[in-house]
C-alpha cells in the first residue's frame, strides 16, 4: 500500500467518525433540550390558618411550561371535568354550601409557567358566612378527592398528574386548631 493510498483510507475513516460524533451530540443536544423545559406538575394544599393564603394549589414545579390538555376532579367516586367551571356540580356532589369557595378551572390548553402556582380553590374570604371555614374542611376531608391533569410539554411529550389532594385525620385536625375549631 502506498502512503497516498493510506492516507486516502485514513481522512475517510476520520470523516465518518466526524460524521458519527456529530450526529451523536445532535441527538444528546436534544434530549438535553427536552429536559430543560420539561414541565413538572404538582398539587397539595396549603393550611397556614386564619390570615394565611388557604387553599389547593397547583404548581409547576418544573423548568418549562406545561400545557394542560383535561383536568378532572375526582369526588367520592364521581368524576368532574375541569375544562369547564364544574365546581357547583362537586359542591351539590358533597352537599357543601356553594358561596364558601374560590375556585379556578381549566380551560383545554391552559398553560402554567415555570415556577408559577395556581389557586384551584380556597375559602371565601367574604364575612357572608361564618360557618364556611367548616365547609372548605368538609371539602378537602373529602374521603376521596382526587386531582388528575393531563398536560404536555412545549416539545409535545404527554405527562400525567393525579394525586388525592384532601387531608387525612391527623392534618384536618391540625388545621381545625390553627383556624380556632
Same mark, same amino acid.
Given at each position: 500500500?502506498?502512503?497516498?493510498?493510506?492516507?486516502?483510507?485514513?481522512?475517510?475513516?476520520?470523516?465518518?467518525?466526524? %460524521?458519527?460524533?456529530?450526529? =451523536?451530540?445532535?441527538? %444528546?443536544?436534544?434530549?438535553?433540550?427536552?429536559?430543560?423545559?420539561? #414541565?413538572? *406538575?404538582?398539587?397539595?394544599?396549603?393550611? #397556614? !390558618?386564619?390570615? !394565611?393564603?388557604?387553599? %389547593?394549589?397547583?404548581?409547576?414545579?418544573?423548568? !418549562?411550561?406545561? +400545557?394542560?390538555?383535561?383536568?378532572?376532579?375526582?369526588?367520592?367516586?364521581?368524576? +368532574?371535568?375541569?375544562?369547564?367551571?364544574? =365546581?357547583?356540580?362537586? $359542591?351539590?356532589?358533597?352537599?357543601?354550601?356553594?358561596?364558601? $369557595?374560590?375556585?379556578? =378551572?381549566?380551560?383545554?390548553?391552559?398553560?402554567?409557567?415555570?415556577?408559577?402556582?395556581?389557586?384551584?380553590?380556597?375559602?371565601?374570604?367574604?364575612?357572608?358566612?361564618?360557618?364556611? #371555614?367548616?365547609?372548605? *374542611?368538609?371539602?378537602?376531608?373529602? #374521603?376521596?378527592?382526587?386531582?388528575?391533569?393531563?398536560?404536555?410539554?412545549? $416539545?409535545?411529550?404527554?405527562?400525567?398528574?393525579?394525586?388525592? *389532594?384532601?387531608?387525612?385525620?391527623?392534618?384536618?385536625?391540625? +388545621?381545625?386548631?390553627?383556624?380556632?375549631?
Amino acid at each position: 500500500m502506498t502512503t497516498d493510498r493510506v492516507l486516502s483510507i485514513s481522512s475517510v475513516v476520520i470523516a465518518l467518525t466526524a %460524521v458519527c460524533v456529530s450526529i =451523536w451530540q445532535g441527538v %444528546v443536544a436534544r434530549e438535553h433540550n427536552k429536559l430543560s423545559v420539561k #414541565p413538572y *406538575i404538582t398539587a397539595a394544599p396549603r393550611l #397556614p !390558618g386564619v390570615g !394565611g393564603e388557604n387553599g %389547593v394549589f397547583i404548581s409547576n414545579a418544573g423548568v !418549562g411550561p406545561a +400545557f394542560i390538555k383535561k383536568a378532572f376532579i375526582k369526588a367520592n367516586g364521581k368524576e +368532574f371535568d375541569m375544562a369547564a367551571n364544574n =365546581w357547583p356540580a362537586v $359542591y351539590t356532589h358533597l352537599n357543601l354550601k356553594r358561596l364558601c $369557595y374560590v375556585e379556578r =378551572w381549566f380551560k383545554e390548553g391552559a398553560t402554567l409557567k415555570a415556577g408559577q402556582d395556581v389557586k384551584l380553590i380556597a375559602p371565601t374570604t367574604s364575612p357572608l358566612d361564618a360557618s364556611c #371555614p367548616v365547609e372548605f *374542611i368538609k371539602l378537602i376531608s373529602a #374521603p376521596e378527592l382526587t386531582l388528575s391533569i393531563e398536560y404536555e410539554s412545549i $416539545y409535545g411529550e404527554e405527562f400525567k398528574y393525579s394525586q388525592r *389532594i384532601g387531608l387525612d385525620d391527623q392534618e384536618i385536625s391540625r +388545621f381545625k386548631k390553627a383556624l380556632g375549631y
